[in-house]
């Protein structure tokens, strides 16, 4: 059985956008499972269009996501002199033709056609003239179409799919300035780079038919193909930028971590039973593309946050440290100059949904000066208040270190002795060391915060009210 080999081709027009990231997925998840090749190449032709910054962006977005590519990534645009060579070897074979229909002939053509009731399609007015000379009279190269039969595969998504032939029209393969068109280049690299199957949006379902015409006119073998569905917004119309964020790389700044994004992605239009949550590795193991719906997958935010907030409860706390130190450095924030980070990342992960949340439930910790919540400082403190902390800390500074389970023995003990209930002096506490109603637990954010730091806040309070 020959190697499996699958491929993501995106055009460097732009960012990686969360279709193009899902296609790269399903691509890479085959060919992991399948003990293939994961191939990446960058379809450049459009050289006006086409940016190294947005070939960039492109491998950062593949690389944050985790997808490792095994060869490449080759660029189209290296490749122009294999597409003339094999453009030139149809024209020798009698399966392509020069055409020197101008583009006002051929709109003339068109607007005909359809005014007959008939499709706007090529008439073949080249398709049979005797080979002439070049005179420097400009000219596309054409493929010439079977204009019988049907043309048909069995899509691993969509199920079998036919084009009469007669449908389809002679296809422009290299124009006038000789760069070749995308319907050709596809099938050459595909062909040259021994592509087994070509997992892609349904938007392609109608180069497909043109493409295996040509893959079989080139003798190559023609790959399986599976088209998935097209990712909808809420409203049921095509993800685009007025739904919001698109980029891949727009999801990290937002504080996703690229495992819920992954997560995400693949459940777009994928399913195991009713699972919801996987690791890569589980994703190898349980893939597959007859398991890909029919239906578009609609994007939903909310499902994503969840699986987002999933991830950070369960992650590791170093490498969530790691993740969100530039989120603080963007608050004004230096974690060196304080607790140590992971220590707070356990205190906060329990709650954060994003990483911005995460890096905005941090800064407290390193930021002293803060205001005191105005409700909460009206409910929490009063005249007892700082004779009742300045009593507390006296027990607190007696323990040889602030440990969270002899924290708790010594707030119970002091409500005791003192007749109260912890929500007397609790929110108190709360308010002095993060200036919130809602933060981590008292025991754990004395804990962290150590003696020394604690003492202060404590203290701020019982000077601001004394």
């Not at 088209?227 to 504080?255: E, N, Q, W």
């Not at 929110?427 to 915060?449: D, H, K, N, Y």
Request: charged share 25%; glycine share 8%; proline share 5%.
């Amino acid at each position: 059985m020959s190697e499996v080999r699958l491929r993501f081709a995106p055009s460097p027009t732009g960012y990686l956008h969360v279709g193009g990231a899902r296609t790269a997925l399903f691509n890479w998840l085959l060919a992991r499972k399948q003990h293939g090749k994961f191939i990446l190449r960058i379809e450049d032709t459009d050289v006006a269009r086409s940016t190294r910054e947005s070939v960039d962006a492109i491998l950062e977005g593949m690389t944050w996501l985790g997808l490792d590519w095994d060869e490449g990534p080759f660029y189209q645009s290296e490749n122009f002199p294999l597409y003339r060579q094999y453009a030139q070897r149809l024209l020798d074979e009698g399966k392509a033709y020069k055409c020197y229909c101008s583009s006002e002939e051929l709109e003339a053509k068109r607007e005909q056609a359809m005014r007959e009731g008939g499709k706007p399609k090529y008439d073949g007015t080249c398709r049979n003239l005797p080979p002439r000379p070049d005179d420097g009279t400009p000219y596309v190269v054409r493929f010439k179409a079977p204009q019988e039969g049907t043309t048909a595969w069995d899509d691993l998504v969509k199920g079998r799919i036919s084009f009469e032939n007669g449908e389809l029209d002679d296809l422009i393969i290299q124009r006038t300035d000789g760069t070749p068109t995308y319907n050709f280049v596809v099938v050459v690299d595909d062909a040259s780079m021994g592509m087994t199957t070509v997992i892609r949006g349904d938007d392609h379902v109608n180069n497909t038919p043109r493409q295996i015409l040509l893959y079989r006119a080139l003798g190559s073998p023609v790959p399986a193909f599976a088209h998935v569905p097209m990712i909808l917004g809420a409203d049921k119309a095509r993800l685009s930028k007025r739904h919001g964020a698109t980029s891949v790389m727009a999801y990290r700044d937002m504080g996703f971590l690229p495992e819920a994004m992954v997560n995400y992605l693949v459940r777009l239009g994928w399913s195991c039973g009713d699972e919801e949550i996987f690791s890569l590795k589980e994703l190898i193991q349980k893939f597959s593309i007859e398991n890909v719906g029919r239906s578009a997958g609609v994007f939903n935010t909310e499902k994503l946050i969840w699986l987002n907030a999933h991830y950070i409860k369960t992650g590791d706390p170093v490498r969530l440290a790691g993740l969100v130190t530039p989120f603080l450095k963007e608050r004004g924030v230096d974690p060196t100059s304080g607790p140590d980070l992971t220590a707070v990342v356990k205190t906060l992960q329990e709650r954060a949904k994003t990483m911005l949340e995460l890096a905005d439930g941090a800064v407290f910790y390193y930021n002293a000066g803060f205001q005191y919540d105005e409700k909460g400082a009206a409910k929490a403190f009063n005249e007892q208040t700082p004779a009742l902390l300045t009593g507390l800390w006296a027990r607190l500074a007696a323990l040889p270190e602030l440990a969270a389970p002899a924290i708790e023995v010594v707030f119970k003990e002091f409500c005791e002795e003192k007749g109260i209930k912890l929500g007397q002096i609790g929110p108190a506490v709360r308010l002095a060391l993060s200036g919130t109603t809602a933060s981590p637990g008292i025991f754990e954010m004395l804990e962290v915060l150590g003696k020394d730091e604690s003492h202060k806040r404590i203290q701020r309070v019982i000077d601001t009210i004394g």
